[in-house]
């Protein structure tokens, strides 16, 4: 019998041989052969670092590499079958690696083994890790308490891939036709060509007629709501866009009770008051009393800011012919406006400015100039024919990571923009594994005669995304439990990824990379400076709305618990109340899509990007006290911070690298809000 693709991981991914039928298998194989491994380092008769952690690891990192390649799959080529099976076998791998964490004997060793040997700190760190996760498992109840803990993490893991199956469904389900050009004669030709193209396929009209589909996908709902001038139609959209998954067949309002419940038994379990601080036993914020000290601390600061933003759209929109203050499906548009008015900066015309090539290539000559480190494309198997892939080299031209760039929308492709691990930096005997990493964007295809054309915000993602990738192929670290991403906290991990979006404001950086797709001629001064002044347009209402999310995420799992006399809803309206400078309308079930905390990794750590968002605040003005381009600042977060993965104690490494603890004002200094 020939080998299943998905085992063959001498290199990188097989993935023009995976196909749905080896999933399964695959994963039950994995998962036998590393048991046996495990029993047989059990018998280890004097176990110490090398002979039983580091084999330990390497175990674990075997399956999760392999689990890792069918969850990328899983997001990014959602077919029927590959659905089906990645839902089938599922529960199989959560069974099995909570059993492993919650192994008493596993647990045992590794205490002893830090007990008796004196070792490095980073030895140190991917022990600590793993005790702490050991506990967090739940490795010292007793056999029934821990059978109830895996059957309520069995049971959360299949909760959340139906609430992401679900918000997948209900976006593809649902088109809004118009038949009118006249309310769409804003919009972007590529929008509206790319509109027509899909309701000519979805038989609704001709080649030449006029007849336009609008989706729920980003690409699609995002200028609509930006450019259409009709507002009612926008309303539509709107409506369809915050009652995704929220009613009929595809409703994720029961989940949501569920998933809350679960969380909440899961940390009594374990003899946490509620999920909010189970949660935070691992991330650098460590009390929810400090998350939301933090969060009242940037509402209180931000908040008069944010009604005057709201103000001044109110009375923008009076000033231009509209009528009643601005609605929730207003907003994109009349904002899009003013700032057009006030920093004349126009979605349409700066497109052109950003073709995806030259996005990349300036991208690169960043990471070249302050790391060292260079990009080549080049080839490898790929999961569908429009994925890229890179090679990163060091300073001594020596491969040291692999990028696969999985840049456009499809309809079994997940929403949004993401990067995954692919594989762990390490060591096997001699030889070693380079990190690999996936960076998945939601960008329009390109129709076949055009290149591709990035709005800003998009080239802003494009940096974000980047910035996590580096963190992960940058690592130098060799033990996969601390190595890139891996062993950061969950509120670290957007540090490196919102650090590097500062440098697309920048005039020194746009000045080598932003040319006109037609005629080479450089980003306008104007344009440059609009950008930059447009950065804290709006940051008011900006700022309070990623606080709103992350102050549901945080009262949802540290005051609702899923108690059943309340709502979630009627619980979060609440809150909206009082954050909400532009109200949207009470059918708003945001909650009902909301990924990241349902079935992402950010459950009662949403905050994440808000108190990382202030340490990338902070790191970026050394940069700019020392220079965008200063190798040496480059180096010192390269040295103090990115290469160093989750191998030390996170704050730590900041302040080594900022000489300071981080400051606290950085970030409303940065949004304007504060001088
Ligand atoms: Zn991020």
Redesign the pocket.
């Known amino acids: 019998m020939k080998k299943n693709p998905l085992l063959q991981s001498n290199h990188l991914p097989c993935f023009d041989l995976v196909k749905a039928v080896h999933i399964k298998p695959a994963v039950k194989q994995v998962l036998r052969d590393c048991k046996k491994r495990l029993r047989t380092l059990l018998k280890q008769p004097y176990p110490d670092f090398n002979n039983f952690i580091i084999p330990y690891m390497h175990i674990v990192d075997d399956i999760s590499y392999v689990w890792g390649v069918v969850e990328h799959l899983n997001a990014v080529k959602n077919t029927p079958a590959i659905r089906k099976a990645y839902t089938r076998i599922q529960s199989r791998y959560i069974n099995f690696m909570v059993k492993l964490k919650q192994n008493r004997h596993f647990y045992r060793i590794f205490s002893d083994i830090k007990k008796k040997f004196t070792l490095e700190p980073v030895q140190q760190k991917v022990i600590d890790d793993a005790l702490l996760q050991f506990k967090l498992s739940g490795t010292a109840l007793g056999k029934k308490r821990k059978s109830k803990f895996r059957r309520c993490q069995k049971q959360l893991s299949a909760w959340q891939n139906k609430f992401q199956n679900n918000v997948l469904d209900a976006v593809k389900n649902y088109t809004l036709t118009v038949n009118d050009p006249e309310p769409l004669k804003e919009l972007p030709e590529h929008v509206l060509k790319a509109a027509h193209h899909l309701a000519v396929n979805n038989a609704k009209a001709g080649p030449g007629s006029r007849v336009w589909q609008f989706t729920l996908d980003i690409p699609s709902f995002l200028p609509f709501m930006k450019f259409c001038t009709d507002p009612a139609l926008r309303e539509k959209l709107y409506r369809a866009y915050v009652t995704r998954a929220a009613s009929g067949k595809i409703d994720n309002t029961e989940i949501i009770s569920k998933i809350l419940k679960v969380r909440q038994q899961q940390a009594e379990l374990l003899g946490f008051a509620n999920y909010a601080v189970f949660s935070l036993q691992d991330k650098m914020a460590a009390d929810p009393d400090r998350v939301n000290a933090f969060l009242d601390e940037l509402f209180n600061k931000s908040a008069a800011r944010a009604w005057q933003d709201a103000g001044e759209l109110n009375d923008f929109k009076q000033k231009t012919g509209g009528k009643g203050p601005v609605k929730a499906w207003d907003l994109l548009f009349y904002r899009e406006k003013l700032r057009l008015e006030k920093y004349a900066i126009n979605e349409k015309v700066l497109r052109q400015y950003f073709s995806l090539d030259q996005v990349l290539s300036g991208l690169f000559d960043i990471i070249e100039k302050l790391f060292g480190h260079t990009l080549k494309k080049s080839r490898a198997a790929v999961w569908h024919q429009d994925v890229l892939f890179y090679v990163l080299y060091n300073d001594n031209q020596e491969e040291s990571g692999y990028i696969y760039f999985d840049l456009y929308s499809r309809p079994d492709k997940r929403s949004g923009?993401?990067?995954d691990v692919c594989r762990s930096r390490r060591f096997r005997g001699k030889k070693i594994f380079l990190p690999a990493a996936y960076l998945n964007c939601n960008f329009t295809a390109p129709a076949a005669d055009q290149p591709v054309l990035l709005t800003f915000n998009e080239v802003v993602t494009l940096f974000?995304?980047m910035?996590?990738v580096l963190n992960h192929v940058l690592t130098r670290i060799d033990y996969p439990a601390v190595s890139g991403l891996e062993g950061i906290p969950w509120d670290g991990?957007?540090l490196a990824?919102?650090l590097l979006e500062n440098w697309a404001y920048e005039k020194e950086v746009l000045d080598k990379f932003a040319f006109h797709y037609q005629t080479r001629e450089p980003l306008p001064p104007e344009l440059v400076k609009g950008l930059k002044a447009g950065k804290t347009f709006f940051s008011g209402y900006d700022m309070l709305r990623q606080l709103l999310f992350s102050k549901i995420d945080m009262d949802l799992h540290y005051i609702h618990k899923g108690k059943a006399d309340e709502s979630p809803a009627e619980f979060i309206k609440k809150i909206r109340d009082k954050m909400e400078v532009i109200p949207s309308p009470p059918e708003n079930r945001f909650e009902n899509s909301f990924l990241h905390i349902f079935s992402g990794g950010y459950a009662a750590g949403y905050y994440s990007?808000k108190w990382a968002e202030v340490l990338a605040a902070d790191a970026f003005s050394l940069f700019k006290q020392n220079g965008l381009w200063d190798r040496k600042t480059g180096k010192r977060f390269l040295d103090l911070l990115l290469s160093k993965g989750g191998s030390e104690d996170y704050y730590q490494m900041f302040i080594d690298f900022r000489g300071r603890p981080p400051d606290r004002e950085a970030l409303l200094r940065q949004y304007g809000i504060i001088k």
């Open positions: 923009a993401w990067m974000h995304e910035g996590h991990i957007e990824s919102q990007y």
